[in-house]
């Protein structure tokens, strides 16, 4: 005779309730109790299932003699009139359960067991070689992102030093040239001097024949200084020179700069080989 067991409603255990189940949904594979079978019957995805009350071959007091490969489940004689009718391939039961130790369904289901076991060693140390190659992966990116910025200082660092001894180079240029132009017109300038002396010596002391000439003299030297002036100023030279460095707009630029290198994660082309496993085949059992 069938054994009577409790069973918990399946829905009602999600919640951490433990109402009894009464009914079976072979559809939905769960449990149902009271309560929940009216609203398993109310609701429009489930209320045309096929249910089996847990207790039908208890009521039935009969024995389990067949077994349904369509619902799973072992039935007694009432049971098949009453809900496997319409079943095909029911097989009797001592001949699903005989020789079941012996039969190559739990060769099978060992195999499984092996290869699944095996299956969760080969993930484990898969997902433990990952990390530590990640991890050597950080250190390497970190490196090379160091490796860059010390690259990028150094390159400016040449920069600014080449910049720097043009300034030095261009200024004493400058100073060289500015200087012997200075030079020149010191000269010149105690030459006027002394012309200047002398013009007014002339203007005291000398006859009007000696200041006649004297005269003439002094306006040719003012001629040619004047032409020494105006060749200054034809090139150019009369004018201030100015020095300023006009430097890219870097700041800017890194300022705008959100990165110089990016960090990508991507996945390798394949999937960790894995041992599959079979479909169940009751014809093995």
């Known amino acids: 005779m069938a ?12 919640d951490n309730e433990t109402s009894t189940a009464v009914t079976w949904c072979a559809e939905c594979e769960v449990f149902l109790c009271s309560e929940c079978q009216k609203h398993h019957g109310r609701s429009k995805m489930s209320k045309h299932h096929q249910v089996m009350s847990i207790h039908d071959c208890e009521d039935h007091d009969l024995k389990y003699e067949l077994f349904c490969g369509f619902h799973d489940c ?3 004689m009432k049971c098949i009139k009453d809900k496997h009718d319409n079943c095909k391939g029911l097989v009797s039961l001592d001949e699903v359960v005989g020789n079941i130790k012996s039969s190559a369904f739990v060769s099978q289901v060992k195999t499984d067991l092996i290869n699944l076991h095996e299956n969760l060693k080969t993930i484990k ?9 990640l991890e050597k992966q950080k250190l390497e990116a970190m490196s090379r992102v ?34 012997n132009l200075k030079s020149e017109i010191d000269s010149k300038t ?11 010596k002339m203007v005291e002391f000398s006859t009007d024949l000696q200041t006649y000439f004297g005269l003439h003299e002094i306006e040719k030297v003012i ?11 034809y090139a150019d030279k009369l004018r201030e020179k100015k020095m300023k460095v006009d430097c890219f707009d870097l700041d800017s630029t890194v300022r705008c700069t959100k990165e110089f290198a990016k960090l990508s994660i991507y996945l390798s082309p394949e999937n960790l080989q894995l041992k599959t496993k079979r479909k169940v085949d009751f014809s093995l059992i």
């Open 3 to 14: 054994t009577s067991t409790l069973i918990i409603c399946s829905l009602c255990q999600e």
């Open 74 to 76: 072992a039935c007694c």
């Open 125 to 133: 140390l898969f997902f433990s070689e990952n990390l530590s190659a």
């Open 146 to 179: 160091h490796t860059m910025r010390q690259s990028i200082n150094n390159h400016l660092d040449k920069l600014e030093e080449s910049l720097l001894d043009d300034i030095r180079s261009e200024f004493t240029n400058l100073q060289e040239t500015i200087g």
């Open 190 to 200: 105690d030459q006027v001097e002394e012309k200047q002396k002398d013009f007014s």
């Open 223 to 233: 001629n040619q200084e004047e032409q020494y002036i105006n060749k200054l100023k």
